[in-house]
């Protein structure tokens, strides 16, 4: 009886606590709405009119996405290119390529993109090519926008292309035989080897209706006047109706943007305008909404918010004992389970499994008595597991001793027959190998470091007959300092293949360790050929581990991002080459010794 009052006594609880919070809610709501509705209105406005132009200007970059990736196709003309580079001002361009721009116009665009005009210009601004599409006295465009260039708004043009802008330009101008705007798309042509070399340009004259194509199924919805200009341009095409109280604050405002002056949010006695900018192409998208719409929608949703006020107070009793019965109903389900598997039946699973929270905890309660099952049944496998693994670590050490092993007797043997070189060399790919592979500790100190890259050293100058020359400077205060192993040689093996494989003449490798304040410094330093120093260390910052798949300077990766992620992201490697000669490798790391650092010497 006394759970049986708790939860009724609750469910008591929740209907008030509902009741009141709902009633108090919905009065203080209807108080505030009438008072800042006028606020409210505007803001739900700006909120949609906002999207809508957002969704408008997101299908409008894919459209001139599209143009501009067929604008592109330019380039798969490789012997224009090249043409257009080698032109010596001597005509032959307009007598070889006078078709070019027609081959593009109908190869690379369809009839949707509404192409009227395609020219091609020098980027000294001579025409090359014209495609005009249907030439008739009333669809006529200009066979060069410079013949008369106020008029085309060529000037535009012309400005951009001595400018060193690099995204594409969206301009327009008004065609008196078409009676509209005619959109202007622009894009330079600059040379494929030399990227900062402009070669010439291409431009892409596309008929207004495709943009009020995309912008009338957004003018509906927000029941006033749109347009797109460009900052610091003319309007390029609008939509809707333009009332003649709003004309002054239209022109006003377009004013405004041509001259690189406009608001971007503009709130009127009886209009509001809203502004939505696209970076990529610089283009603002403009809507202006009359006031009385917005009126029009507060005192329809006033009427509707006290209707909904009178309904929800007649429902809400009603709704409210539903609510409080689903509630405490499987909570109380919950609870009796919980005890059960509380007293030993391990079994017992809640059966409460709805698509509600309560039903989501029931079943990923269910899920961990599951797996908690599981798990024990896995232990006794894990074990097992785990033993078998041991057994395969115990076993795998058998084949790096057999190698060593038979490094060994070959060095013996070569002594024995007096091949005195063959016998050092085994004995220093034998020390190799045993440093190599030897992972109890992840740490070696300086000392250590520098034997293990002598071992190497001296293979590789059997391999290379002494071609290199190496000079050490090492303090001999750091020897003991401790370094993850396998640190010094990959950097003097990056600068045998990377700085000096393909150098003529002397070959010298200085290798340096010092200590600067708590700093522990490996210079490597080659009189090789030179790298680019400024995009490998860009890569170095930012850890790039795509250059070990594409296996370019591995060890230098590997060992940067070691030394990140040991020691943090402070240190690491830099690297300092004009590109021309030489190149020097540092690492930089925190003077630490073998015995301060404790337990993380352990293997790994």
């Given at each position: 009886m006394g759970r049986v009052e708790k939860y009724r006594s609750m469910r008591g609880k929740i209907l008030i606590l509902c009741l009141m919070s709902t009633l108090v809610a919905l009065l203080l709501q209807t108080v505030l709405f009438i008072r800042v509705s006028d606020n409210l209105i505007y803001g739900w406005t700006k909120d949609e009119s906002y999207n809508l132009l957002n969704n408008m200007q997101n299908e409008i970059t894919t459209f001139v996405k599209r143009i501009e990736s067929n604008m592109i196709a330019v380039y798969n003309e490789k012997q224009f290119v090249q043409a257009l580079k080698e032109d010596n001002s001597d005509g032959h361009l307009q007598k070889d390529y006078y078709k070019m721009a027609y081959n593009l116009a109908t190869t690379r665009f369809d009839t949707s993109d509404k192409v009227v005009a395609v020219y091609i210009y020098r980027i000294d601004h001579e025409i090359i090519s014209t495609y005009r599409r249907a030439v008739t006295p009333k669809h006529n465009y200009p066979k060069d926008i410079y013949e008369q260039e106020e008029q085309n708004n060529a000037g535009k043009v012309r400005e951009y292309i001595e400018s060193d802008e690099k995204s594409t330009l969206i301009s327009s101008y008004y065609n008196p035989y078409r009676e509209k705007n005619i959109v202007r798309i622009c894009l330079k042509i600059y040379d494929t080897v030399s990227s900062k070399d402009k070669l010439g340009y291409i431009i892409c004259d596309v008929d207004s209706s495709a943009f009020v194509k995309i912008m009338e199924k957004y003018s509906s919805h927000l029941q006033g006047y749109m347009w797109l200009q460009p900052e610091g341009d003319r309007v390029l095409v609008h939509s809707g109706a333009l009332t003649e109280d709003n004309r002054e604050f239209y022109e006003a405002v377009t004013e405004k943007i041509q001259n690189g002056t406009g608001e971007f949010d503009?709130?009127?006695?009886?209009?509001?305008?809203?502004?939505?900018?696209?970076?990529?192409?610089?283009?603002?998208?403009?809507?202006?909404?009359?006031?009385?719409?917005?009126?029009?929608?507060?005192h329809a949703l006033t009427q509707n918010l006290i209707l909904i006020v009178l309904v929800m107070s007649a429902l809400i009793t009603l709704v409210t004992v539903f609510v409080t019965k689903t509630?405490?109903?499987?909570?109380?389900?919950?609870?009796?389970?919980?005890?059960?598997?509380?007293?030993?039946?391990?079994?017992?699973?809640?059966?409460y499994l709805k698509k509600d929270e309560i039903g989501e905890l029931g079943l990923e309660f269910n899920q961990m008595?599951?797996?908690?099952?599981?798990?024990?049944?896995?232990?006794?496998?894990?074990?097992?597991?785990?033993?078998?693994?041991?057994?395969?670590?115990?076993?795998?050490?058998?084949?790096?001793?057999?190698?060593?092993?038979?490094?060994?007797?070959?060095?013996?043997?070569?002594?024995?027959?007096?091949?005195?070189?063959?016998?050092?060399?085994?004995?220093?790919?034998?020390?190799?190998?045993?440093?190599?592979?030897?992972?109890?500790?992840?740490?070696?100190?300086?000392?250590?470091?520098?034997?293990?890259?002598?071992?190497?050293?001296?293979?590789?100058?059997?391999r290379m007959r002494d071609e290199i020359t190496y000079r050490f400077e090492i303090d001999e205060s750091v020897l003991q300092n401790s370094i993850p192993r396998i640190s010094i040689q990959p950097l003097v093996e990056n600068s045998i293949q990377h700085g000096l494989r393909n150098k003529r003449g002397d070959k010298k490798i200085l290798i340096k360790v010092c200590r600067e304040n708590e700093i522990l410094?490996?210079?490597?330093?080659?009189?090789?050929?030179g790298m680019d120093a400024e995009s490998m260390n860009e890569r170095l910052r930012q850890n790039d581990t795509r250059a070990m798949e594409e296996g370019t300077s591995v060890g230098l990766f590997n060992i940067h991002a070691r030394m990140k992620m040991l020691y943090g992201t402070q240190f690491g490697l830099t690297i300092e080459s004009d590109g021309k000669t030489g190149t020097i490798v540092r690492l930089r790391l925190p003077c630490m010794r073998m015995e301060e650092l404790g337990n993380d010497k352990e293997g790994v």
């Open positions: 503009v709130y009127r006695k009886n209009k509001v305008l809203f502004q939505v900018p696209q970076e990529k192409y610089n283009i603002l998208a403009c809507s202006i909404v009359p006031q009385h719409i917005l009126h029009q929608n507060q509630l405490t109903r499987p909570l109380e389900q919950l609870t009796t389970t919980v005890r059960k598997i509380k007293s030993g039946d391990t079994k017992k699973r809640v059966s008595l599951d797996r908690i099952e599981t798990l024990i049944g896995q232990e006794y496998e894990t074990k097992l597991l785990l033993n078998k693994a041991e057994y395969k670590a115990l076993q795998a050490q058998i084949n790096p001793h057999f190698l060593y092993n038979t490094l060994d007797t070959m060095s013996s043997i070569a002594e024995i027959q007096n091949c005195n070189m063959v016998s050092n060399l085994c004995q220093s790919l034998s020390s190799i190998f045993r440093y190599s592979l030897s992972m109890k500790t992840p740490y070696a100190t300086v000392s250590q470091e520098i034997v293990h890259l002598k071992n190497y050293i001296y293979v590789m100058n059997v410094q490996v210079i490597v330093e080659d009189n090789g050929v």
